[in-house]
Nanobody, 115 residues
Framework: QVQLVESGGGLVQAGGSLRLSCAAS????????MGWYRQAPGKERELVAR???????NYADSVKGRFSISRDNAKNTVSLQMNSLRPEETAVYYC?????????WGQGTQVTVSS
């Protein structure tokens, strides 16, 4: 079993920064991809950023240059540094991990960006 626990969400003013963290535990060997999605009210869940096994990273076009994803192998955590946040980025942010073809999700953390 794999467990993902997010932290770091909250309320921030437009232009501010937040850092999200996701701690993974359990059978997390042979992971293929891990990262962050977000879902705003009334919208579909969308990929924000991910790290692929081997170290490559992908970002949504809208966050390139402002967000940065990183992984701490020793602590089994993945973090998302979010800078220059915009009100339209208010959403629930979910950590995910793909292991052996299975998807695992955290419970989500709310990020609210006020204008």
């Amino acid at each position: 079993q794999v467990q993902l626990v997010e932290s770091g969400g909250g309320l921030v003013q437009a232009g501010g920064s937040l850092r999200l963290s996701c701690a993974a535990s359990g059978s997390i060997f042979s992971w293929k991809s891990m990262g962050w999605y977000r879902q705003a009210p009334g919208k579909e869940r969308e990929l924000v950023a991910r790290i692929i096994d081997g170290g490559a990273t992908n970002y949504a076009d809208s966050v390139k240059g402002r967000f940065s994803i990183s992984r701490d192998n020793a602590k089994n955590t993945v973090s998302l540094q979010m800078n220059s946040l915009r009100p339209e980025e208010t959403a629930v942010y979910y950590c995910y991990m793909i292991i052996m073809g299975y998807e695992y999700w955290g419970q989500g953390t709310q990020v609210t960006v006020s204008s």
